[in-house]
């Protein structure tokens, strides 16, 4: 069990790669969903998860997919299980549940962009394959960013004993959904630029993401994508409180 566990760890932690956190609540989603014009309905949700799933290419830069407890047991529309699907690129499908069920054990601790920040060194053991990095109180493009200046600043360093990459939920998917819920016909579109803001994240967990200005493929503006929760203090400059995370 631990020879197997230690594998699936290494897996989700592979250079390069990180997750899709798709597991929004029914009623998270849904605020979102209603935001961009769609109602919240299960078949809605179903063919927004596909969406992502079924993405040609998406296993080259994701590892793993957190899925909540409904998309779990849901399939394409022409009846493949989404995790068979997602299986076939290489990618793990995994859910929140408790630890003892012999699965592998994701600690989530919260850490607000304010505030004074732990040196992950001190308290991190080296034995942990990997560190993924949310993306909550971030545009799409300051995820990115963020996550290259941690990966650089770990590389100056040296000795990072971990993979230091994502776990990003709407630095994936909002301008996808923004393009998706105009036409639900454009799936390839969409699925395209899923493709692509995965590919700007993978380079950025190695610190080889040079895209200049206009260069991220997100279509939103700063204005829409900006949170206040999550300690945010409404400050523009990238690289900043995340980044000392990584020192």
Same mark, same amino acid.
């Given at each position: 069990m631990a020879a197997e566990l230690a594998s699936v760890a290494a897996k989700l932690a592979a250079p390069g790669k990180g997750l899709l956190a798709s597991d929004e609540s029914t009623g998270t989603i849904g605020k979102r969903l209603e935001k961009a014009g769609l109602p919240n309905t299960e078949e809605i949700r179903?063919?927004?998860? $596909? !969406?992502?799933y079924t993405t040609p290419g998406f296993g080259q830069y994701i590892s793993g997919v957190i899925?909540?407890? $409904?998309?779990?047991?849901?399939? &394409?529309?022409?009846?493949?299980?989404? #995790?068979? #699907?997602?299986?076939?690129?290489g990618i793990l499908a995994g859910?929140? #549940?408790? $630890?003892?069920?012999?699965? @592998?054990?994701? @600690? $989530?601790?919260?850490? !607000?962009?304010?505030?004074?920040? &732990?040196? #992950?060194? /001190?308290? @991190?053991?080296?034995?942990?394959?990997?560190?993924?990095?949310?993306? /909550?109180?971030?545009?799409?493009?300051e995820a990115t960013r963020n996550l290259n200046a941690i990966n !650089?600043?770990?590389?100056?360093?040296?000795?990072?004993?971990w993979a230091l990459s994502f776990s990003f939920g709407r630095a994936l998917q909002a301008s996808v959904l923004k393009l998706w819920s105009?036409?639900?016909?454009? @799936?390839?579109?969409?699925?395209a630029l899923a493709l692509e803001l995965a590919r700007v994240n993978s380079e950025a967990s190695l610190g080889?993401?040079?895209g200049g200005e206009g260069a991220h493929p997100s279509t939103l503006s700063v204005a829409t994508l900006r949170e206040t929760f999550?300690?945010?203090?409404?400050g523009d400059a990238p690289g900043g409180a995340e980044a000392e995370a990584a020192q």
């Open positions: 179903r063919a927004y998860r $596909e !969406l992502y899925m909540y407890k $409904e998309t779990l047991g849901q399939s &394409t529309a022409d009846g493949r299980r989404f #995790v068979d #699907v997602l299986a076939e690129q859910i929140k #549940v408790d $630890e003892e069920c012999g699965l @592998v054990p994701v @600690v $989530e601790p919260e850490i !607000l962009i304010d505030g004074d920040h &732990t040196q #992950v060194r /001190g308290v @991190v053991p080296p034995a942990i394959p990997g560190i993924m990095f949310l993306s /909550g109180g971030q545009t799409e493009e !650089l600043e770990a590389q100056a360093a040296g000795r990072c004993p105009a036409d639900q016909s454009r @799936v390839a579109e969409a699925q080889r993401y040079s999550r300690g945010w203090n409404g």
